[in-house]
């Protein structure tokens, strides 16, 4: 059960109320960010709540119980609240926000409603929609492994336990032929087809992923990517690109020499193989029965 704090319950008792909405966003690198529906700037809990992002809340579900919450929130990109760089960087991604119900004659006089995380988000014509989870959402995460062919591990990380070192390599846009195809300079010594399924990030964080790596016939090395970048990237920007890994155990063994910490199943047979039969010719090692 929810207590309204009494200076606010008084209020709401009263003829006419004076009410808005706030929500301060705290994003995982510890930037903590204030919104508000209301007309102007609030200021209250040691936050700034802005006006200028047109912060506005839409669809709500409710549940009882452990069901998963959601709310949405609408708003435009404003260099003064969310930039659109900022969110396709991902910096956004999974932070915390607390919902406020506020009096905004008396900005102490507020509640916090619920405690969401930022679930999907959704750009279009400058403006955003942005999915509110509720902490229980968590609960409908998968736990465990699965059995996998392939690894599910991250090139690098604590289960891979590759040491990436030998493996990136820094450099600078020359040209950005377009979004999804970058000229550099500073890999020449590297291989064709080296960063292929890598990814590139550059100095300000933005990053992608690398679908292909090779040299024109002038010398110069063309990088291409799997999604278009989201935004332009001046000549001279700065980056660094980490080679990929297409999780396979051949790739591990033969190319990183890390088959010990191959975090899949290659040899556990797959579903294919409960209808399959013996016929003298085939190996029964979980393949699929037409190719």
């Known amino acids: 059960m929810r207590t309204i704090p009494p200076a606010l319950k008084t209020h709401l008792d009263g003829q006419a109320t004076t009410t808005c909405h706030c929500w301060r966003v705290t994003r995982r690198d510890g930037v903590v960010i204030g919104f508000t529906d209301h007309d102007r700037d609030l200021g209250f809990d040691g936050t700034n709540f802005l006006a200028a992002s047109g912060f506005a809340a839409s669809e709500s579900e409710q549940a009882s119980g452990l069901g998963a919450e959601a709310d949405e929130v609408a708003g435009g990109f404003s260099n003064a609240a ?16 607390e919902l406020f119900f506020v009096n905004w004659a008396a900005p102490d006089e507020h509640m916090l409603l619920n405690v969401r995380e930022i679930g999907e988000v959704v750009r279009a014509g400058g403006q955003f929609r942005a999915e509110l989870r509720s902490l229980a959402h968590r609960l409908n995460q998968p736990q465990g492994r699965l059995y996998n062919r392939r690894c599910d591990a991250s090139l690098g990380d604590g289960r891979c336990r590759m040491d990436l070192a030998a493996w990136r390599g820094e450099g600078s846009v020359v040209e950005m032929v377009d979004r999804s195809r970058l000229l550099v300079s500073g890999l020449a010594h590297f291989a064709d087809g080296f960063f292929r399924q890598g990814r590139i990030v550059f100095s300000d964080g933005l990053f992608a992923e690398v679908d292909a790596h090779g040299r024109r016939n002038d010398g110069s090395v063309v990088f291409s ?37 191959f975090r899949g199943f290659p040899h556990v047979p797959g579903s294919d193989f409960a209808y399959s039969y013996v016929d003298g010719e085939r190996i029964h090692d979980g393949g699929p029965i037409f190719e």
């Not at 969310?82 to 926000?97: F, T």
């Open 82 to 97: 969310i930039d659109e760089g900022d969110l396709a960087a991902g910096r956004y991604d999974g932070a915390r926000v």
């Open 225 to 261: 990517l799997w999604l278009p970048l989201e935004e332009d990237v001046e000549p001279g920007r700065a980056f660094v690109v980490t080679a990929g890994c297409d999780k396979t155990i051949s790739t591990c063994r033969e190319r990183f020499a890390n088959q010990l910490n």
